[in-house]
């Protein structure tokens, strides 16, 4: 039994569900979208019951969990809205220490939370990582892009930003970086490759784009790859050493051939690639949950 936790109209999360029907693996998602989402009694020796969807399935027989959760979606009636937010809360608990499989437990998380520290944890397993800075003196950064030439900048926290190159009206702004520290980073050339790991298995895109940040560029030019086996293996390494079962990390092939580590996605919209590679990313990930992967 695994369960799902997340929106169910969520590509990444209806991709699970489909995998773990074709697999004939028994699931239960509990969709954030739904109102009431579930019931929920926990014990005190971490067991406890979930209720949904008129199925009722005790704690200690759920194998394995892939959370993915959002925001919630307020209802009409502002109780369930609060309800269904405490239900989802005390899931998330329940899984940053519960015994089976999850992908990710909250805590593993964290890591994305400051890309400089998460920058130090890639450096350790291994990666090379780009020529950084985090400053709020705008001196400092003139500095910085006058000895390595072309810049980039982006936020040194887990929300999403656009990686920017630092010139023509971002010079003119760079008075600003004195009110929120920023990051930058020396521009690294070559081709972008995100690498999803499962568990063990890799599954790795190679992005055909000109994009400084290609998630925000066209979506044609994404094939399948293969990477050389030691980077494969420093890539199962490092979400090992992350503790996130499932991870999504970028990776960049430069044109001597070296591998640049830029940041790792602890909860990645794999979909995406799957559908454009048809590489068997949520298979994997039900096999994994479930206990099932080779």
Not at 10 to 32: F, I
Not at 201 to 218: C, L, M, N, P, Q
């Amino acid at each position: 039994m695994i369960l799902v936790i997340g929106y169910g109209d969520d590509p990444a999360v209806r991709r699970v569900v489909e995998e773990a029907g074709d697999l004939g693996v028994e699931h239960v998602l509990v969709d954030q979208q739904s109102h009431p989402v579930a019931d929920l009694r926990l014990d005190p020796d971490g067991g406890g019951v979930l209720e949904c969807s008129g199925a009722r399935t005790p704690l200690d027989d759920v194998a394995g969990v892939y959370a993915r959760p959002l925001s919630p979606v307020p209802g009409t009636d502002p109780r369930e809205s609060e309800r269904g937010r405490t239900l989802v809360e005390l899931l998330l608990g329940w899984i940053d220490v519960a015994s089976c499989r999850v992908a990710s437990r909250p805590s593993a998380m964290h890591s994305n939370a400051s890309k400089p520290y998460q920058a130090q944890l890639i450096a350790a397993a291994g990666f090379a990582v780009p020529e950084t800075i985090v400053t709020d003196d705008p001196d400092e950064v003139r500095a910085f892009a006058a000895s390595h030439g072309a810049v980039v900048f982006k936020s040194i926290s887990g929300v999403r930003s656009i990686v920017r190159v630092l010139e023509g009206a971002a010079l003119g702004r760079l008075e600003r970086v004195r009110s929120l520290p920023t990051q930058f980073q020396a521009l690294v050339p070559g081709t972008d490759v995100r690498v999803h790991v499962v568990g063990r298995e890799v599954f790795a895109t190679e992005i055909g784009s000109d994009a400084v940040d290609y998630r925000y560029a066209g979506r044609d030019g994404l094939t399948a790859t293969t990477l050389p086996d030691d980077v494969a293996d420093r890539c199962v390494r490092l979400a090992a050493t992350l503790e996130l079962p499932l991870a999504g990390i970028d990776l960049r092939r430069t044109p001597a051939g070296d591998w640049v580590c830029f940041e790792v996605n602890p909860m990645p919209g794999y979909s995406f690639y799957e559908s454009h590679t048809e590489q068997p990313i949520a298979a994997a990930l039900v096999r994994h949950l479930a206990g099932k992967a080779d």
